[in-house]
């Protein structure tokens, strides 16, 4: 797989080499330090003293458990037998959770992406969704709105494309957190049929007094637009704004219906509206994802799937993308 060797360095411990998800299931080593025990955890079931190691308790305790109706068992042969699986699920289950941790208990059975709208990566959810350990959900919030739900404890990992001389302050404090580059892409103007070919940056948009199809204030976009203007001696209040509008799907449909005359969007967004298309800026589009989530086998698994779903993109399929760096992980805030 890909990122093994990354969760050594990182001292998450995998020691295997196999993929983001290698090594943290029970198998990781988490025992009692017995050798017998060391070895069960590898076994599908438990006897009544592998149990007992686990929980460290004795086996009478265990015992009163299971006839209590508490802890699941079967009894074969005169014996008590456990499946691993469900003795670590009983656990979790009685696990108690501060309040900004509940986020994390949820994480075996949903997976919360937040963020910035992205054309390749909700392909990407669409083609993963139904094959992941874990359900999927994933809200267009934008890149500034997904930075603040990762930071209230909203979200297990977040899509963001904002310049790293902004991000002060707009990670998790005081906790580790790592930058996951999925890859580079292309902004700029999305240009309606009547003008093609006159248009070519910021100054002629407001200049000319074009509609200017805009996303939210909470949109990277509209953070990429304001510098733009600012680079050019211009402000975002001299555009006659169209929206805010939740896409970049929804910018080129502005465009494209005549609403707007122009507007900031992706490359891929113009290209399939058959609109013409004005580069202005490459960025880095990054998932945000704390180091207490990085540990945990259901997000691993979904970013080894992820990073090879986008290993097997050709540059054909996808207009306005680069995957030169695509895997590259960043530790921030430690």
């Known amino acids: 797989m890909f ?82 699986e469900l003795v670590e699920r009983w656990v979790r289950e009685h696990t108690v959770y501060p309040t900004e941790g509940m986020l994390g208990s949820l994480l075996d059975r949903l997976l919360v992406i937040q963020g910035s709208d992205d054309w390749l990566l909700e392909r990407a959810l669409a083609a993963l969704g139904w094959d992941l350990r874990t359900s999927l959900v994933s809200s267009r919030v934008g890149s500034f709105k997904g930075l603040e739900a990762l930071r209230n404890g909203l979200a297990h990992v977040v899509g963001f494309h904002i310049e790293d001389d902004e991000l002060s302050g707009m990670l998790p404090e005081d906790a580790p957190c790592y930058l996951l580059d999925l890859y580079e892409r292309e902004q700029g103007l999305v240009v309606a049929e009547h003008l093609r070919g ?11 007094g074009l509609r200017f199809a805009a996303r939210s204030p909470s949109a990277g976009t509209w953070r990429v637009t304001e510098r733009l203007l600012q680079d050019l ?71 080894d799937r992820l990073l090879q779903w986008l290993g097997d993109r050709d540059s054909g399929s996808t207009p306005g993308y680069g995957l030169e760096h695509t895997g590259r992980l960043t530790p921030v805030c430690v």
Do not use: Q
């Open 3 to 84: 990122f093994g060797a990354w969760i050594v360095d990182l001292g998450f411990g995998a020691g295997s080499g196999a993929g983001f998800g290698a090594g943290f299931g029970a198998g990781s080593g988490a025992g009692s330090g017995s050798t017998s025990f060391s070895m069960a955890v590898l076994m599908a079931y438990w006897t009544t003293r592998d149990v007992a190691a686990f929980l460290r308790l004795n086996e009478k305790k265990i015992y009163a458990l299971v006839k209590a109706g508490k802890l699941p068992a079967a009894r074969i042969s005169g014996k008590w037998l456990f499946e691993r």
């Open 198 to 208: 006159e248009i070519r940056a910021m100054t002629d948009v407001v200049e000319r």
């Open 233 to 303: 001696g211009h402000e975002a209040a001299e555009l006659s704004v169209v929206g805010p509008l939740p896409s970049h799907a929804d910018v080129a449909l502005a465009v494209r219906s005549g609403r707007a005359d122009v507007g900031m969007a992706i490359r891929v967004a113009a290209e399939h509206s058959g609109l013409e298309f004005v580069p202005l800026h490459r960025e880095t589009y990054r998932l945000a994802i704390p180091g207490c989530y990085l540990r945990e086998a259901p997000l691993g698994d979904f970013l």
